[in-house]
């Protein structure tokens, strides 16, 4: 079946530095990549989208892009903030005929200090 | 915006007892999920729907029942809840128009404790 993976459970970063969130998957459909944003007590909500082979996206600062080479859509700031301090889901939704069925990673816990 | 609205926002129950999570979408989005969070599983599908009478297992569905009576309402029961199923849980929709690029809109979640 389909599987999301991000590798880091906790980052922990000072303000102002560059970070990369990981995040592969497995699918043998053509994938939708996600990511989502959770700040504490808070819904999940989308940060960014695609399913465009090496084309960057970007919102809000953020920016990833999708390898389908290499089954990967990692997650990249150049300069976080102490508002980036929150939990991200990376998201897989496979083009599968209408059967959506969303797979989520477990999540990365961002920790921005000053 | 698209507006996902949960109740009970918090909710405590004992083992054995029966819960129901209720969830109400505005936005006519065909496709309704019911996640929980638990720390280091991430968000879990339990239970998902693509209209109104439709009802589909998750990925972890054993304890649980679903029920979309409308397009608007999407129900989680635990008929005999335990102490395992306290967790935050999430409702969500997507527009569900095809080809997968479907955004997810969540609600504000329901914390659960069973005692």
């Known amino acids: 079946g389909d599987s999301v993976t991000q590798t880091e459970g906790l980052v922990t970063l000072t303000k102002g530095l560059p970070v990369m969130l990981n995040c592969t998957y497995q699918t043998t459909y053509s994938p939708f990549l996600f990511w989502y944003v959770q700040h504490l007590n808070e819904a999940p909500k989308l940060l960014l989208k695609s399913s465009t082979d090496n084309k960057r996206t970007e919102h809000q600062g953020f920016y990833a892009t999708l390898h389908k080479s290499s089954s990967s859509f990692h997650l990249q700031k150049s300069s976080v903030q102490l508002s980036d301090s929150a939990l991200y889901f990376c998201?897989?939704?496979?083009?599968?005929?209408?059967?959506?069925?969303?797979?989520f990673g477990k999540g990365t816990s961002l920790v921005v200090h000053p | 915006e698209a507006a996902v609205t949960q109740s009970p926002r918090n909710k405590v129950a004992v083992t054995g007892g029966k819960v129901t999570l209720s969830c109400n979408q505005t936005?006519?989005?065909?496709?309704m999920y019911w996640y929980r969070q638990d720390t280091g599983h991430g968000l879990r599908l339990i239970h998902y729907?693509?209209?109104?009478?439709?009802?589909e297992k998750g990925d972890i569905p054993d304890g649980y029942k679903a029920s979309r009576p409308s397009q608007e309402n999407f129900s989680l029961i635990l008929e005999l809840a335990t102490p395992s199923q306290t967790s935050v849980y999430f409702c969500a929709s997507g527009e569900g128009t095809g080809g997968g690029a479907e955004t997810l809109y969540f609600g504000s979640g329901t914390r659960l404790t069973v005692l």
């Open positions: 998201a897989l939704s496979p083009f599968s005929g209408g059967n959506y069925k969303p797979t």
């Open positions: 729907s693509y209209g109104a009478g439709s009802t």
């Open positions: 936005n006519n989005h065909n496709n």
